[in-house]
């Protein structure tokens, strides 16, 4: 069993729920810098053992996993800071918010000899893991093309005052989900291009940033792929647009994972059509609070794996190199919003000496 601490306690309140149900860690620590919100889920969770200061937690020698779930652009430093105290390091997705970084944290995690997982839960969904298995077991033969979209009504999301800071970004914050989902069926993006605007609802709320993106990508083979997103703004009732879906269309079958209503669609080699939903005792693992937008199931599930990759010593994917990568490709997306051409990712990584 794993000793962990989990910081910043918005999203972590799932992180929580995931390691307190987890057989495989003991929560030790949790830290939030306002003290309201960590007595908040110390009632919640009836869990007394929290700071405001993460120094104590890096200084808790007891502890082997951090688990990061700050703002984005704080990523960097606070992995810097667990990888420097030798832990063990979960961070939310998008690992990182500028390739800036990365060289360093690179190097920091290779000098330690500590893993470094990102926490694409998306990845970790059973609608995307029953696709997964399908696309490896071979049900749609090989994949021509990837199509993703995550489209979210994030209008209550603007309350934080983070999300209207310059550093604020729709791009990492919703794409980097249906974008790790094109690296993780076409790992080598060679070319990217894509429009983005910010809607009247952004900039009424005062957003900085695009909250609205479509893209496409080109394959160093020569594949295609592409990914969409709209934040502010309503969607369509989750029966008929999934607001995040992963399409796989192949040689011989085509499937689709959809986020809301766990739903997968499969036309297998052998024609056969498919419509797979999950009942009560997986719906209850993966929303145990209100509504359907927290993760605690996706966060144990990828918890339970990082735990496993831990003690049996392999790599637990994504993992910083994967991690840096998309960061890349994310970066190269931003370029493409700014200067309206195709961007190369090996522009972006020579820029960082990567
Ligand atoms: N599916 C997912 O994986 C998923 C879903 C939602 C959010 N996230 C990610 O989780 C991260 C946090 O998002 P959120 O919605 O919880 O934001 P949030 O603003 O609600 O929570 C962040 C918390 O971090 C705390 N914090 C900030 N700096 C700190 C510091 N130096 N020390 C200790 N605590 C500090 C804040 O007080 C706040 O409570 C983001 O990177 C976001 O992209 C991931």
């Known amino acids: 069993m794993l000793t962990i601490g989990i910081l910043g306690l918005g999203e972590g309140r799932s992180t929580m729920s995931a390691a307190l149900n987890s057989k495989k860690y003991k929560l030790k620590l949790v830290c939030d810098r306002n003290e ?27 502890i082997d996993v951090i688990a990061i779930y ?46 470094v ?9 059973e609608p995307y893991k029953k696709q997964r298995a399908d696309f490896s077991a071979g049900v749609i033969g090989e994949l021509i093309t990837v199509e993703s979209h995550y489209n979210a009504d994030h209008r209550w999301f603007l309350e934080k005052k983070w999300a209207l800071e310059d550093s604020f970004k729709w791009l990492y914050g919703g794409l980097s989900h249906p974008v790790d989902f094109i690296r993780w069926y076409l790992p080598d993006i060679e070319e990217v291009m894509g429009y983005g605007m910010i809607s009247s609802n952004g900039l009424k709320a005062g957003l900085r940033n695009e909250d609205t993106m479509h893209f496409i990508f080109r394959a160093t083979d020569g594949r295609i792929a592409r990914v969409s997103g709209a934040y502010t703004g309503p969607i369509q009732p989750a029966s008929r647009e999934s607001g995040m879906s992963c399409i796989l269309r192949g040689t011989e079958g085509a499937s689709q994972a959809d986020y809301h209503e766990l739903r997968y669609a499969v036309t297998t080699s052998a024609g056969e059509e498919k419509i797979i939903t999950w009942g009560d005792a997986t719906l209850k693992h993966y929303f145990r609070f209100e509504g359907q937008s927290h993760h605690a199931g996706e966060y144990q599930n ?29 970066q190269a997306m931003d370029k493409s919003l700014k200067t309206r051409v195709p961007v190369k990712i090996k522009e972006i990584l020579d820029v960082y000496g990567l």
């Open 302 to 330: 990828y918890l339970e794996y990082f735990a496993d990759s831990i003690e049996q010593d392999w790599v637990a994917y994504p993992d910083i190199r994967e991690g840096i990568g998309t960061v890349a490709l994310l």
């Open 70 to 115: 700050t703002p984005d652009h704080l990523h960097a430093s606070h992995i810097k800071q667990a990888l420097l105290h030798n832990k063990h390091v979960v961070c939310t997705k998008p690992f990182i918010d500028n390739l800036a970084d990365a060289a360093e944290l690179l190097e920091l995690a290779a000098r330690t000899g500590k893993k």
């Open 117 to 125: 997982f990102v926490g694409q839960s998306s990845r970790f969904f």
């Open 36 to 62: 309201t919100v960590c007595q908040q889920r110390a009632k919640e969770f009836d869990f007394p053992y929290y700071t405001t200061d993460y120094q104590v937690m890096l200084d808790d020698k007891d």
